[in-house]
T-cell receptor
Framework: GQQLNQSPQSMFIQEGEDVSMNCTSSSIFNTWLWYKQDPGEGPVLLIALYKAGELTSNGRLTAQFGITRKDSFLNISASIPSDVGIYFCAGLQTGANNLFFGTGTRLTVIP | ETGVTQTPRHLVMGMTNKKSLKCEQHLGHNAMYWYKQSAKKPLELMFVYSLEERVENNSVPSRFSPECPNSSHLFLHLHTLQPEDSALYLC???????????FGPGTRLTVL
């Protein structure tokens, strides 16, 4: 299946710092999604992007749909301990039945 | 109750047991999905249903048998599993096939 390259694989940051992670693909996607997964729980949708160039915020989170439609990034500002978890990007293509997922970015916030 | 629910949340079973995982969505969606998530591996899509009809089966062993009796419920019947089948099994739903998916909390399965 399609592979989404997500980076970095893991991050260790101090509380209060900003975080940036991204997702790239060799294929075009029509929708980009960002999920967060806590240990032992299912992924929770954070932000959905439906249009190339779109910049969307959800509280301290901001995500952008790349203009080429082959990438997306997620920024978290002023990180707090509860931001800890694994962040996944996912993409949807026209005519596809399912999401294609990135490999995840594991975020650790040091108080 | 809203969202996607899954039961049980945890399940331990022997290789000769038969058990079922249940998923229920309260979002009025028409498509439902089963995923397997193993440690340090990407999410693996197992089955896709749209309007109670299976539309995708990603080379999943026959010891996993899905059932979708209506658009709100999805089951995964398990029999003669192997220890390597131990994983977090996630259910998701979307308004239509190919739309944004919303996940349940998962069932943590351990096969002894």
């Amino acid at each position: 299946g399609q592979q989404l390259n997500q980076s970095p694989q893991s991050m260790f940051i101090q509380e209060g710092e900003d975080v940036s992670m991204n997702c790239t693909s060799s294929s075009i996607f029509n929708t980009w999604l960002w999920y967060k997964q806590d240990p032992g729980e299912g992924p929770v949708l954070l932000i959905a992007l439906y249009k190339a160039g779109e910049l969307t915020s959800n509280g301290r989170l901001t995500a952008q749909f790349g203009i080429t439609r082959k990438d997306s990034f997620l920024n978290i500002s002023a990180s707090i301990p509860s931001d800890v978890g694994i962040y996944f990007c996912a993409g949807l293509q026209t005519g596809a039945n399912n999401l294609f997922f990135g490999t995840g970015t594991r975020l650790t916030v040091i108080p | 109750e809203t969202g996607v629910t899954q039961t049980p949340r945890h399940l331990v079973m022997g290789m000769t047991n038969k058990k079922s995982l249940k998923c229920e969505q309260h979002l009025g969606h028409n498509a439902m999905y089963w995923y397997k998530q193993s440690a340090k591996k990407p999410l693996e899509l197992m089955f896709v249903y749209s309007l109670e009809e299976r539309v995708e089966n990603n080379s999943v062993p026959s010891r996993f048998s899905p059932e979708c009796p209506n658009s709100s419920h999805l089951f995964l019947h398990l029999h003669t599993l192997q220890p390597e089948d131990s994983a977090l099994y996630l259910c998701a739903s979307s308004q239509l096939l190919g739309d944004t998916q919303y996940f349940g909390p998962g069932t943590r399965l351990t096969v002894l």
